[in-house]
């Protein structure tokens, strides 16, 4: 059964710190892993991970893939209020393109 | 603009009925899910169709039902079987074929409450 595991669970810090989400999986026929960032409602996709050891950065996030470790790490740094959010990590099988799976999320709470 | 319309963005239901959830998208997506969250876990995948008259179940499909009459349409019925079906129901879409193909866009959710 695949599996992700996203660690913290949830996470307060203050505006202008930097952090790091974790995201473990466990899946047959990896193909990539997906970070989405929910606010309300609809989740918005950030990154799509394929190759290991490449950086995919946008702003102040950034995101990376180890497929030795069987892991990923979102960062955020110069943290603001509106990085507030759930952080969704999904794992997508080569077997079945666009069935994602999808860990627990983790919260990041930014205080001003 | 295109996107995924979802339908009612809350609704409130009695034990024992059955209620509908519409979901639309314009954007000319093969694939469409429905994805059930509760707080504090992450997304669960209910039902996924990758072309029109063809769906499967996903990881807990049991109390629910769907049908993919249209391509731009997948409503979700959450039958009077689901034992415990108050929780925000997402749709989802996403093309094949296409650089991305695999990122799925979301609609606004529709919340269910069971009195």
């Known amino acids: 059964e695949d599996k992700v595991?996203?660690?913290?669970?949830?996470?307060v810090v203050h505006e202008g710190d930097t952090v790091t989400l974790n995201c473990s999986y466990?899946?047959?026929?990896?193909?990539?892993?997906?970070?989405y960032k929910q606010e309300k409602k609809a989740p918005?996709?950030?990154?799509?991970?394929?190759s290991s050891g490449i950086e995919k950065k946008s702003g102040r996030l950034s995101s990376i893939l180890d497929k030795k470790e069987l892991s990923s790490?979102?960062?955020?740094?110069a943290t603001q209020t509106g990085d507030?959010?759930?952080?969704?990590?999904a794992v997508e099988r080569g077997t079945n393109a666009g069935k994602s799976t999808f860990g627990d999320g983790t919260t990041l709470t930014v205080k001003p | 603009d295109g996107g995924i319309t979802q339908s009612p963005k809350y609704l409130f239901r009695k034990e024992g009925q059955n209620v509908t959830l519409s979901c639309e998208q314009n954007l000319n997506h093969d694939a469409m899910y429905w994805y059930r969250q509760?707080?504090?876990?992450?997304?669960?995948?209910i039902y996924y169709s990758q072309i029109v008259n063809d769906f499967q179940k996903g990881d807990i499909a049991e109390g629910y039902s769907v049908s993919r009459e249209k391509k731009e349409s997948f409503p979700l019925t959450v039958t009077s079987?689901?034992?415990?079906?108050?929780?925000?129901?997402?749709?989802?879409?996403?093309?094949?074929?296409?650089?991305?193909?695999?990122?799925?866009t979301f609609g606004a959710g529709s919340r269910l409450t069971v009195l």
């Open chain 1, 26 to 35: 466990e899946v047959t026929n990896f193909r990539s892993l997906l970070w």
């Open chain 1, 84 to 89: 507030s959010a759930i952080y969704l990590c």
């Open chain 2, 81 to 104: 079987a689901q034992k415990n079906p108050t929780a925000f129901y997402l749709c989802a879409s996403t093309s094949f074929g296409e650089a991305g193909a695999n990122v799925l």
């Open chain 1, 44 to 50: 918005t996709f950030l990154f799509m991970l394929t």
């Open chain 1, 73 to 77: 790490i979102l960062n955020i740094t």
């Open chain 1, 5 to 11: 595991v996203q660690s913290p669970l949830s996470l």
């Open chain 2, 38 to 45: 509760d707080p504090g876990q992450g997304l669960r995948l």
